[in-house]
């Protein structure tokens, strides 16, 4: 006797009206909502790893700057700079780690999905700030260390190289359509569910 597959009728066709294989035909996958939610947080969980570590390294430099000697000998502007980079890096840091503790006071809340949605949306808002951040600390070292404008070009060039690398090429792949899909298989309201657009 074979097993009726997993997200099934008794009658061998699939639930949400897929095909009898079990097979969601938009996705090419066969998970529930929330298996869907579960590899979503693992792979994000993955992500927000790689982003966190940078942002905490970042931010314990900018934390032990002005404890150095030479921070009294800066200009106003400097210090100007030096105070929104920090506060931009303490949102980054917010952002990116509002994720484990919205996952943590929702666990067993059965919202797994929305916590995922969520979730995403904070990482996004996260990676937009450590842009900010990334390019206020720039501006604050060249800055320093070479006293003309030469420093607000080196800063534009990079800040278009972090948008190119972080934005555009993935934006250029949706657009292009590579894979004739969204990535693994996943149908648009998969990819929604990862994290809906601002």
Known sequence: MGQIPAGSDGA??????????GLDPRSGRRETEEERADRQWGELLQELRVAQTGVQILFGFLLAVVFQPRFADLSDVDRNIYVVTVMLGSATA????????YHRLLTGRRMKPQTVTWASRLTKLGLVLLFCTMCSTL???????????????????????FLV??????LW??????????????????????????
Do not use: Q
């Open 12 to 21: 061998g066709r699939d639930r949400d009206g897929g095909d009898p294989a």
């Open 94 to 101: 917010a952002a990116l780690i509002g994720p484990v503790s």
């Open 139 to 161: 501006l604050l070292i060249l800055r320093v260390a070479l006293h003309n404008v030469t420093a607000l070009w080196l800063v534009g060039g990079m800040a278009l190289w």
């Open 165 to 170: 690398c972080w934005f555009v090429f993935p």
């Open 173 to 198: 792949a949706i657009a292009r359509g590579d894979g004739g899909g969204p990535a693994d298989g996943e149908d648009a309201r998969d990819a929604d569910d990862s994290g809906p657009r601002f």
